[in-house]
T-cell receptor
C-alpha cells in the first residue's frame, strides 16, 4: 500500500485523557501536514513538518497540542488533556517536496470523539 | 488571510445532468488550486491541481477552470452519475505548503 496511512481510524477518549494520532507518509515523501476538520467546517491547517523539524505550527493551538516527525517512524499528533471541542476528524497529508507544484496526498483521517 | 468560499453548499441533480461547482478565494496571490473529492467517513482524493499560471485542467469528465485575477475557480462534471455523489472540496495554496479549504459542496446525483 503506497498511500498515506493513518491510525487509528477512530479514537474515543474521555475528557482529560491523552490522544495520539499516527501518520505514515507515502513512500518517498518526507513532508507531512496535519489538518483538522470540525463538524460542518472545512479543513484547517495545523502544522507542517519535515523529518525531525517543525517548519510551521501556526495553525496549532498553543496549549495541549504537539506534533513530531522523528527520523524513524510515523509522524505523531499528540493532544493532552482532551476536551469536548477537540472532537473532529484529523487528516494527515504528505508530499515529496514542499514545493507549490507538488500535490498533497491525504490519508483517510482519524475520527476523534471525546466523551 | 486567505478565505475560500464554495457555492452552493449542496446540490442535487438527476443522473446525466452536468454539474457546475463554484469556488472563490479572497487573495489572488496563489501558488495553485486543487479540487478534492471526499466520501463520507473517508479521506480526500485529489481530482485536479491547477497551477497559478494555468487556466484550466481536464481529466476525463472533469474540467476545472481558474481565473486568478477574479479569485474564482469552477469545477465542471459532465454527464453526472450516481457514483459522483460526494462532497467536493476546493483548496488554495497561498505559499508552497499551506492549503486553505472551502467548506465543500455536497453533491447528490439521483438515479
Amino acid at each position: 500500500n503506497a498511500g498515506v496511512m493513518q491510525n487509528p481510524r477512530h479514537l474515543v477518549r474521555r475528557r482529560g485523557q491523552e490522544a495520539r494520532l499516527r501518520c505514515s507518509p507515502m513512500k518517498g515523501h518526507s513532508h507531512v501536514y496535519w489538518y483538522r476538520q470540525l463538524p460542518e467546517e472545512g479543513l484547517k491547517f495545523m502544522v507542517y513538518l519535515q523529518k525531525e523539524n517543525i517548519i510551521d505550527e501556526s495553525g496549532m493551538p498553543k496549549e495541549r497540542f504537539s506534533a513530531e516527525f522523528p527520523k524513524e517512524g510515523p509522524s505523531i499528533l499528540r493532544i493532552q488533556q482532551v476536551v469536548r471541542g477537540d472532537s473532529a476528524a484529523y487528516f494527515c497529508a504528505s508530499s515529496q517536496t514542499g514545493g507549490g507544484d507538488q500535490p498533497q496526498h491525504f490519508g483517510d483521517g482519524t475520527r476523534l470523539s471525546i466523551l | 488571510k486567505q478565505e475560500v468560499t464554495q457555492i452552493p453548499a449542496a446540490l442535487s441533480v438527476p443522473e446525466g445532468e452536468n454539474l457546475v461547482l463554484n469556488c472563490s478565494f479572497t487573495d489572488s496571490a496563489i501558488y495553485n488550486l486543487q479540487w478534492f473529492r471526499q466520501d463520507p467517513g473517508k479521506g480526500l482524493t485529489s481530482l485536479l491541481l491547477i497551477q497559478s499560471s494555468q487556466r484550466e485542467q481536464t481529466s476525463g469528465r472533469l474540467n476545472a477552470s481558474l481565473d486568478k485575477s477574479s479569485g474564482r475557480s469552477t469545477l465542471y462534471i459532465a454527464a453526472s452519475q450516481p457514483g459522483d455523489s460526494a462532497t467536493y472540496l476546493c483548496a488554495v495554496s497561498s505559499n508552497d505548503y499551506k492549503l486553505s479549504f472551502g467548506a465543500g459542496t455536497t453533491v447528490t446525483v439521483r438515479a
